[in-house]
């Protein structure tokens, strides 16, 4: 039997079966179910399915700062180029590898079409933050006089996006993960080699 508290295995079911069946497949009984309890009991920890992802946004926003980071929590700001390439790779690393951010990525992509709010969701998360996050950085850096002055907006967009289409791309061809992290680090060091102060 999990040890884990009855609410985080609800949510964590819930997850893996959002990301497996989309939010609209999956009721409060199979959540339940795959928690290992009766579906009444669910109703002690949670109002319904809506609270329930209400939680998991929380809980997966939370996980997600402390272990990428935020614009409102960088992290160590990188003192060289260099860094910057470490730091961005462990950072694809954790993306791809994580479980529960794997699954999220997952649920996100199959419901945008069907969920306004799961589309800003994904547009939160895939976007946004990661340019929002890089923005700061790159200030930092700029500040600091590691990197070259220009427009941090600007330079974290074209530092994320490509990077996204090749996580998309792993997303869809997990046999593909080494040559996707190939060309991410090769972009990254012609980034850092074209933007160093």
Not at 72 to 87: A, Q
Request: with cysteine; aromatic share 10%.
């Amino acid at each position: 039997m999990d040890k884990k508290p009855t609410k985080d295995r609800i949510l964590d079911s819930a997850l893996t079966l959002f990301a497996e069946k989309g939010y609209d497949g999956v009721g409060v009984d199979l959540i339940a179910e795959n928690a290992g309890i009766k579906g009444p009991s669910l109703y002690k920890h949670f109002k319904g399915k809506e609270d329930i992802l209400d939680a998991l946004i929380e809980k997966v926003e939370s996980y997600y700062e402390a272990n990428f980071g935020s614009e409102n929590h960088p992290g160590r700001i990188p003192s060289s180029m260099e860094e910057l390439v470490t730091f961005s790779l462990d950072r694809i690393s954790f993306t791809l590898h994580d479980p529960m951010v794997s699954k999220v990525r997952r649920m996100l992509t199959m419901e945008q079409f069907r969920s306004h709010r799961i589309a800003l969701l994904a547009t939160k998360y895939n976007i946004d933050s990661v340019q929002g996050l890089y923005q700061k950085i790159f200030q930092k850096m700029m500040d600091n006089g590691v990197m070259r002055q220009g427009d941090p907006a600007l330079l974290s967009m074209s530092f994320a996006a490509p990077v996204s289409l090749l996580i998309q791309m792993c997303d869809r061809e997990p046999e593909r993960e080494q040559e996707a992290m190939g060309r991410i680090e090769e972009y990254f060091r012609y980034f850092a080699d074209k933007h160093k102060a």
